[in-house]
């Protein structure tokens, strides 16, 4: 009855994670309340997420413009141990989703009305955006196009053809309603990882 949770990639930050580096948003200059900006492609995502952190830990970790593998690695393992402390575990996966279950391993039918908000509570705490960005930015760290690199990878795994747009693929996406199989394996590393930079199948 574990509860199963998958990231969602084009969303949140990207629309307003290289494997072994870090997000690339460099700061400018660091006041002593906080970095003034930050540089790359991913500096507005960066800014946004330290304005609105929710905790000295977030801010400290998204401080340099940049989340490596052992602070994304230190963020779950906090998260697993406030949940641990309230009875539930977490199990991560490769793609950026996770399990969430418990600790005792019964799990009555209001289960998820209790532990939703102490993982809401977890990850308020002790991660934020931190897990968000470090994927997304391992993912596509130059922050390309969405459409135009999911539609080269869908077309290079023969999911559509040469007629298949950057447009087309934009109003699919809104509608979440797509011309090609996109529970398909192939479509799911596309949707995950366009560049074939992080995910493998």
């Given at each position: ?12 930050l990207v629309s307003g994670s290289v494997v072994g580096c870090s997000a690339t ?140 747009t950057d447009d087309r693929w934009n109003e699919e996406n809104a509608r979440d ?25």
């Amino acid at each position: 009855m574990e509860r199963t949770v998958r990231s969602v990639v084009i969303a949140f930050l990207v629309s307003g994670s290289v494997v072994g580096c870090s997000a690339t948003a460099t700061p400018t200059d660091a006041a002593r309340g906080g970095p003034r900006g930050f540089e790359g492609p991913w500096a507005a995502q960066f800014e946004t997420a330290y304005a609105g952190a929710h905790s000295a830990y977030e801010r400290d970790v998204l401080r340099d413009g940049a989340v490596s593998v052992a602070e994304y690695e230190q963020t779950r393992s906090h998260v697993a141990s406030c949940l641990a402390d309230a009875g539930y575990k977490i199990t991560y996966d490769a793609t950026g989703g996770f399990e969430l279950g418990s600790e005792d391993g019964s799990y009555p039918d209001d289960f998820f009305e209790h532990s939703d908000p102490v993982l809401q509570t977890c990850e308020r705490r002790w991660d934020g955006s931190i897990r968000f960005l470090y994927e997304q930015v391992r993912r596509n760290p130059e922050q390309l196009d969405e459409a135009a690199i999911a539609v080269r990878c869908l077309r290079a795994a023969g999911l559509v053809d040469g007629s298949y747009t950057d447009d087309r693929w934009n109003e699919e996406n809104a509608r979440d309603d797509w011309s090609f199989d996109a529970l398909d394996p192939a479509a799911e590393a596309c949707r995950l990882d366009p560049l074939g930079r992080w995910y493998r199948r």
